[in-house]
């Protein structure tokens, strides 16, 4: 099995219509400022072979680099929010995936942010669930981005994890703070990519704060499951709240396509 098809495996072992084979892949431990943790799950450097899951993340990329270079004015194409019209979608897959495909490339360093604090699905696959996060920062100043930013085992790829729980956590992200957190991620480090996974539209109301920050968006249907409806419907909150909306900063994702099809399509909102 490919490195990239084993990366899947690792943190998607319960999606359904997995795209890849799953294999057993045993927890590395690597040392941080607070001692040796234990984070995701090792991952073996991609090789030569151009596996097809990892080939159709790779064209996602591509569309996604080519609007950081082409660049211009409003909001920072380098923060990407990964969404989707109602849970189970498959959106924090999408995530972790196209967070490996950034890492293969020179210059860039992709960060994960998981911002769905609904499920926080993302913190749990990388075993950071004890560990400070985005809504522990967003609540105390005192806290810094070196304090919740975390090394993951897969060289090239950051972590931010949801925090603790708190019931504020609809209003810490629709915050200025937010704005700010960002901001240095960026700042600290022009080669960062960071990717948030966010809750699903329909389901949560932060969600829309969370896209007026994202300079670029995807929008994760799952085939055979997403209404076209529910397309329309969350496009149009995403569009009134946070938007304009057009195709050089939103794009559909087709997941959960049948294993004779190519099992992640791109799509430009038209």
């Known amino acids: 099995m490919s490195g990239f098809s084993q990366f899947l495996a690792a943190v998607a072992p319960n999606d359904r219509n997995e795209v890849v084979d799953t294999e057993e892949v045993q927890v590395q431990r690597f040392c941080t400022r607070e001692g040796e ?19 159709e993340f790779r064209v ?60 926080s699905e993302l913190t749990h696959r990388m075993k950071l669930s004890r560990e ?19 090394r993951t085992s897969t060289p090239g790829i ?31 480090d022009e080669q960062r990519i960071a990717i948030m996974d966010s809750s699903s539209v329909l389901s949560c109301s932060e969600t829309v ?7 670029q968006i995807l929008f994760v249907t799952a085939k055979g499951e997403t209404r076209r409806q529910e397309v329309d419907e969350g496009m149009g909150i995403l569009h009134r709240g946070a938007g304009p909306l057009d195709e050089t900063r939103i794009a559909l994702v087709l997941n959960k396509a049948d294993r004779g099809q190519s099992p992640v399509r791109y799509a430009a909102r038209r």
């Open 37 to 55: 943790l234990e984070r995701i799950g090792a991952v073996d450097a991609p090789r030569h072979d151009e596996a097809r899951t990892r080939q």
């Open 60 to 119: 996602l990329k591509r569309h996604l680099i080519a609007r950081i270079r082409a660049g211009g004015r409003g909001l920072d194409r380098r923060v990407i929010l990964v969404t989707s019209a109602s849970p189970g979608e498959g959106k924090t897959t999408v995530t972790l995936g196209l967070a490996m495909s950034f890492m293969l490339e020179r210059d860039c360093r992709a960060v994960l942010i998981d911002a769905d604090l609904r499920t």
């Open 132 to 150: 400070l996060g985005l809504l522990d920062y967003l609540d105390d100043e005192g806290l810094d981005l070196a304090d919740v930013l975390y």
């Open 158 to 188: 950051y972590a931010v994890p949801a925090g603790q729980p708190r019931v504020t956590a609809p209003e810490l992200l629709s915050s200025p703070r937010m704005g700010h957190f960002l901001h240095e991620l960026r700042l600290s």
């Open 209 to 215: 704060a969370l896209a007026g920050h994202a300079g």
